[in-house]
């Protein structure tokens, strides 16, 4: 009688997954990866793209008739506010130079540990933690 | 009835009552799988130390009671989440540098607003990586850090790296960083310049949906998600691995949009004119070449990687110009390199290994 142990299902199960997935990208992967997928998969792109482009100006129009504001503006708006905060950023950078400036023993690195530790080539440390 | 025998049908009675005992378990927890939250990831305690738009900078809290000199800044993907670097307590590449000793920083992205379509390489390697660079030295009070970079992150810190060489950057690593673009295997058939019209792309979008950039990755493994489901359903008793699952799996669905003209710019630049490789990269006024690059650098490449090809990677230690450089090869795909099992195993004492050596 032979000794050998069969295999547990959930491992039989797993490899017959795995193999499933290799050969069904491999396959695709061929598939997919000639010129002739490429041209079609970006034609199709190009028409979803001019739909959109299509769409976008029509409610562009139609917001525009009803006198509101259209997501070109509302973008603008939104870069002006952008602009602004790099402007408050700038002067506060600023600001804080200034006061270290005035107070040299006013930059106080970060505390938390101190920063000596050597490698453990160095002290025969355990690497890893 | 022989020893033998009898040690089988034990066997056998173990085995039928460990199979009954998972299915009850499948069942039980698969309920739970379905109607749980989404998993909870990113733990390590850190703070917002800078946030500027689409940019953010962590600073985590350390988790020895002494570091090293060098602090280390992780710089990721544009297309994803940070989180991958700090998955769950116990698989979390950030916890485990803490505990090494390393004092950690971490660039992450936040979706980008249709009011940053118009961000650039340029903005990237020569605002948003500088400025985080200083908040680092200024928090630390230290003059000089190590970079790791992920991916594209690994791509715009080595452009950086290239034109700041006179700048605070004392190691970088770079983790399956592109470098060669035309050994991008199928992205590079996908985006031929005959036939794909990024500019109606970006002209259109403006900025370029999560859904579009999920499409493209998943699209080279389409088999992933489908067996994935069924690897978990299999595995639905063992609540490590559901509870890795979800994580790996929120990271996947939690891909960010992408900055138009940064599309535009990487496609037209990089994936055609492949200009990183050549040198003839322009960023900020300067000229990316990789062999302006002087300070150590370590480059991990995968070798079942499908998304960044070992060829795409491998080029980065033969163009830059440093003396100290040093390339490891693993066994592993694109993600399984830097979290998961594998990477807990092969990948971080590795990386541990190398930077502690040049973070003094």
Known sequence: MSEKRSKDPGEVFRELVTEWERG????????????????????????????????REFM?????????????????????????EKRMERIETLLQGMTSNSDPEAIPPRGGPPRTKRPPSETGAEANP | MSNSNQQAKEDLGTRVQAMVKRAIQRNVKGLEFISAPKAPVGLTPKDIIYKRGTLRLYHYHPLSHEV??????????????????????GQSMVEYLLKSGFDVFVIDWEPPTIGERGLTLEDYTQ???????????????????????????????????????????????????????HAMGLTQVWQDKRYFDVDRLVDTLGIIPADIVTQGFEMQRPAQRI???LRVWEQMWNDEFVK????????????????????REMTKELLWDNKLYKGELRAGGKVANLANIEVPVLSVVAEHDHLVPFEASKPLLELVGSDDKEEILLNGGHVSLIAG????????????????????
Not at chain 1, 62 to 68: Q, V
Not at chain 2, 129 to 154: F, H, M, R, W
Request: aromatic content about 10%; overall charge negative.
């Open chain 1, 24 to 55: 069904f990208d491999q396959l695709a992967n061929s598939l997919m990866g000639t010129e002739n997928f490429s041209r079609s998969m970006n034609q199709m792109q190009d028409v979803q793209m001019a739909v959109r482009g299509a769409f």
């Open chain 2, 244 to 263: 890795s699952f979800r994580a790996f799996e929120r990271w996947g669905n939690e891909t960010l949009p992408l900055p138009g003209e940064y599309m």
């Open chain 1, 60 to 84: 562009t129009d139609n917001l525009t008739n009803a006198n509101m504001p259209t997501r070109d503006d509302v973008v603008q708006i939104a870069q002006s506010l952008k602009s602004l």
């Open chain 2, 127 to 181: 605002d948003f990586i500088p400025a985080c660079v200083d908040k680092v030295n200024q928090t630390t009070g230290e003059p000089d850090l190590s970079i790791i970079g992920y991916c594209a992150g690994g791509m715009l810190s080595t452009i950086y790296a290239a034109t700041h060489t006179d700048g605070p950057l004392k190691n970088l690593v770079c983790l399956t960083t592109p470098i060669n673009f």
């Open chain 2, 68 to 89: 090293y000199r060098v602090p280390v800044l992780l710089v990721m993907a544009t297309t994803n989440k940070a989180f991958v670097f700090d998955l769950a307590p």
């Open chain 2, 227 to 229: 067996a994935g489901q």
């Open chain 2, 341 to 360: 099992p594998n990477a807990i195993r092969r990948m971080w004492p590795r990386l541990n290994a190398w930077l502690s050596e040049r973070s003094v």
